[in-house]
């Protein structure tokens, strides 16, 4: 039995908490002129990296949570956020899914 089979909550947790903060992010706040603004946001990103990497431990991938959100462009990599898969890799595996779907 892995980890998140015997732990199923803390997971689901661990997502839905990284759904919130992605929800609230300022996703441009280093282009603020306010260092108030850049620090909380700095601060906030880094949060969000510590919650991604969480659920990268307990074997759940919040990829495809974190592209739901994501802006694209105008903001920082997702790499930066700790996403280990690029946002080619994500379409690819949309598609894959969208073929498999339509089976």
């Keep these: 039995m892995t980890p998140t089979e015997t732990r199923p909550l803390k997971p689901a947790f661990i997502l839905m908490a990284l759904e919130k ?3 609230c992010h ?3 706040y280093e282009y ?9 946001g ?7 990296k510590e919650m991604v990497k969480d659920a990268y ?3 759940c991938d919040p ?4 592209y739901q959100y994501y802006p694209g462009a105008g903001c920082n990599g997702p790499y930066h956020y700790g996403i280990e898969r690029s946002w080619e890799e994500q379409l690819e595996k949309q598609l894959e899914k969208a073929t498999d779907d339509s089976c």
């Design 21 to 23: 903060e992605l929800g």
């Design 26 to 28: 300022d996703w441009t």
């Design 32 to 40: 603020s002129d306010d260092h108030g603004v850049w620090r909380a």
């Design 42 to 48: 700095s601060a906030h990103e880094k949060r969000i």
């Design 57 to 59: 431990a307990e074997g």
């Design 63 to 66: 990829a495809d949570l974190f």
